[in-house]
């Protein structure tokens, strides 16, 4: 029996969700802790008085919580509304318009975008077919004008693993921003990046809130301007009762991050059995540097997003590239600077798995991909 | 039964949908994106449109009213070769397409009825107004739709008869009221959504800028003469890509004698457009190529058919004759305003027999 399955309610013996990497099930206990703070008394962490206090006390709490799991010092978290608004907290706050960016070609399109607006310039640092990143290639791309590096921990689509602390030595002095919204809670984190971005609901809170952990030393230009709160950093009424959630499931991290052998157990399984049943399958991404929850393959010749249609139509859950463009829009950027034609990054599917996943929600994918892969040539589709 | 339908976002597939999901079927919505929003779409879209212009959007919101799955493939690459090119290309030549055949026989009725069978449906659900006859012999007729003036069936000659045995239009017995009716009654968000007649890929019907954005600025026609039949110069025109044969407005010229003028020809490679009385527009027949016949086979040349030459064409009694590919029409009685690029489309009585595209008038 899995622990944590408990009274978290999951889907149904016909439902298989494996999309962890997209959002994890909230965490029982972070649910109740955020409940039990909407259903109590109000509080403004601003206000003055008790009540006011009472929500400051609720927050710093959380903070030292989610400073603990990332082996920090309370001061320097800044909570956010997630990784996203972090990443933009991070950008805005140290690159100045038409500064320059050093990023690998794989980050979440939340940091480009946060580069756009903030009018940077990026280098994007490719990646080799495995997915794999070169330090010195991040060294080779810096300007006297660069004025941050971006890497993530580990990436979204494929799972791989990147050597941040081998990155942030390559271009020290210059700051090293990594997105850790997938490693955090999976791997642990490498030290060496002067920023460090999580999200809640990847590790059990819920989403709409994450965090942003800076260096001490490290002076940030405040983002969202017209409040003192987070220090000046990030202004407008914090979300206590997601805050509080979030530190709940941070100190539930610990034994997230025990479970991943299992978890890794079950995602090797069900790698072997797909390679073993399914022809023309074909994964993505570093076999040996990848989180242990992660599986992205590609069934040759059949489409991505008709997999996941398929799929989902039997009650398995997963997602074709990332959860934002599997609105069928073009096909993953991420597969493509692998070196995958257009075809073949449209073929592309992730599987990801968590603590609360059952063998017999993996059995399902099992049973069912092959017989949807061998239908979707016989119609023609593939 | 699990059921595919294609969701345009409009009243009618999505009507069509909650009439298959009320009969207890397993609805699947799939739409499909042919195109990026214009710069306008995006804008009335209030910018930042990651995904999917509005009606992407409707379909969805249909789909999650009745609480079933909705999907959206990405066909943009094969609708910019299939239909949209193709569109630009016809008008260089002098042609006036209609693109939304060829997005049936390419895309609606070939990719996507593939991709239905890929999800494991049983048939193909659309919101055409036409009907599916089964003969009961393992074949099927392709049947005017009952609302004869809603009636499309002319877009749809070009059906495979293999894949009749899979698609359902449950419009097809309705009236357009009727439809109305029941997305009110069903509370669907887009109950009061207007009709759109126009082709999808051109929102404000100024063809003539789409030609020159696919074509590109190289290719666009150039201005040329218009003429008189005896070959005679009224005036110029800024491109033959702006003339359709039937036309009368925005020629810019009169006749010496005070008729009014109508585009009689539209010659691309020449880049002449010829201009003449009402009159010169009736023609005996038509000749057509690339036909299809949904039972393999033409009508026989001594039966008169019904003629269709364009959408909304009331038809015409005719003969036709196949000699290899061409296909030869002869109207019992003249027709007006013959266009090559059109479809022609035959029907005994309420079948559709199949046809051909309209290459030239015949006769005078």
New interface residues.
């Given amino acids: 029996m899995n622990a944590w399955r408990g009274a978290c309610k999951l889907p149904g013996p016909m439902e298989a969700y494996l999309d962890h990497n997209a959002t994890a099930p909230c965490l029982p206990a972070a649910a109740r802790a955020a409940a039990d703070w909407l259903l109590g008394p109000p509080g403004n962490p601003s206000s003055a008085h008790a009540a006011g206090r009472r929500a400051r006390a609720a927050i710093e709490q959380a903070r030292g919580q989610v400073a603990a799991a990332l082996g920090a010092r309370p001061g320097e978290v800044v909570f956010t509304s997630g990784a996203t608004e972090a990443l933009h907290l991070a950008v805005a706050g140290l690159v100045p318009p038409g500064g320059h960016v050093v990023a690998s070609a794989v980050e979440h399109p939340a940091l480009f975008g946060a580069c756009r607006v903030a009018g940077a310039e990026v280098t994007r640092v490719p990646v080799d077919a495995l997915g794999r990143l070169d330090p010195a290639a991040f060294r080779a791309a810096l300007r006297p004008e660069t004025a941050l590096v971006a890497v993530m921990a580990a990436q979204n689509e494929i799972g791989n693993l990147y050597p941040v602390r081998a990155v942030a030595e390559a271009v020290g002095p210059v700051p090293v921003l990594s997105d850790a919204a997938q490693a955090f809670g999976k791997v642990a984190l490498e030290p060496g990046p002067a920023l460090v971005v999580v999200s809640g609901h990847k590790v059990g809170a819920p989403a709409g809130v994450g965090a942003l952990w800076v260096a001490p030393g490290l002076d940030l230009a405040p983002f969202v301007a017209g409040g003192p709160q987070e220090r000046g950093r990030r202004g407008g009424t914090e979300n206590t009762a997601g805050i509080v959630a979030f530190g709940v499931a941070a100190t539930a991290l610990p034994e997230r991050l025990a479970s991943m052998p299992r978890v890794e157990a079950l995602r090797d399984g069900l790698e072997a059995a797909l390679r073993a049943r399914v022809p023309g399958l074909r994964v993505h991404g570093d076999p040996a540097a990848r989180l242990p929850n992660t599986l992205s393959f590609r069934c040759v010749g059949v489409d991505g997003d008709l997999l996941l249609a398929a799929l989902d139509l039997e009650g398995v859950r997963l997602s074709s590239g990332s959860a934002c463009s599997s609105g069928s829009l073009a096909p993953s950027s991420v597969l493509r600077a692998l070196g995958l034609d257009d075809d073949a990054a449209r073929a592309g599917v992730r599987v990801s798995l968590g603590p609360e996943t059952t063998e017999a929600e993996v059995e399902r994918l099992i049973d069912l991909l092959p017989a949807i892969v061998a239908r979707a040539h016989l119609s023609g589709a593939a | 039964m699990?059921v595919v339908v294609a969701m345009s976002g409009g009243v009618d597939s999505s009507v069509a949908a909650a009439l298959m999901h009320e009969a207890g079927h397993?609805v699947?919505g799939l739409s499909m994106?042919l195109r990026d929003a214009t710069p306008d779409e995006q804008r009335a879209a209030g910018g930042g449109s990651?995904?999917?212009p509005d009606d992407l959007r409707d379909a969805r919101a249909v789909c999650d009213r009745l609480g079933v799955?909705h999907?959206?493939?990405?066909y943009r690459d094969a609708f910019r070769k299939a239909v949209i090119e193709p569109f630009a290309r016809a008008y260089l030549e002098g042609r006036t397409p209609n693109p939304c055949v060829l997005c049936n026989d390419h895309l609606k009725f070939a990719a996507l009825l593939?991709?239905a069978?890929?999800?494991?449906a049983d048939a193909l659900v659309t919101g055409h107004y036409a009907r599916v006859h089964d003969r009961g012999d393992g074949t099927f007729e392709l049947r005017k739709a009952r609302d004869g003036r809603k009636d499309q069936s002319y877009f749809l000659f070009g059906i495979e008869q293999k894949a009749l045995a899979r698609i359902w239009f449950p419009l097809g017995e309705m009236e357009k009221d009727d439809v109305r009716e029941h997305a009110r009654r069903l509370g669907l968000p887009v109950w009061d959504k207007h009709d759109s007649e126009d082709i999808c890929f051109v929102p404000d019907g100024d063809y003539a800028r789409v030609v020159e954005a696919v074509v590109g600025p190289e290719a666009v026609p150039k201005p040329g003469p218009i003429v008189d039949v005896a070959g005679q110069v009224l005036g110029t025109h800024d491109g033959v890509h702006h003339f359709t044969v039937g036309q009368r407005k925005g020629l810019g010229v009169s006749s010496p004698a005070g008729e009014r003028l109508y585009v009689l020809d539209v010659d691309g490679p020449r880049g002449t457009v010829t201009v003449g009385r009402v009159d010169r527009l009736l023609a005996a027949g038509l000749v057509a190529n690339r036909t299809h016949w949904i039972d393999g086979a033409p009508p026989p040349a001594d039966e008169v058919v019904e003629a269709r030459i364009r959408y909304r064409h009331q038809g015409a009694p005719a003969r036709v004759r196949v000699e290899g590919d061409q296909l030869r029409v002869d109207f019992v009685e003249p027709q007006r305003a013959v266009t090559p690029g059109q479809a022609v489309v035959l029907y005994r009585g309420e079948q559709v027999l199949g046809g051909g595209w309209i290459e030239a008038p015949t006769g005078g």
């Fill in positions: 699990r397993e699947v994106r990651c995904c999917s799955a999907y959206v493939v990405d593939t991709r069978r890929a999800l494991g």
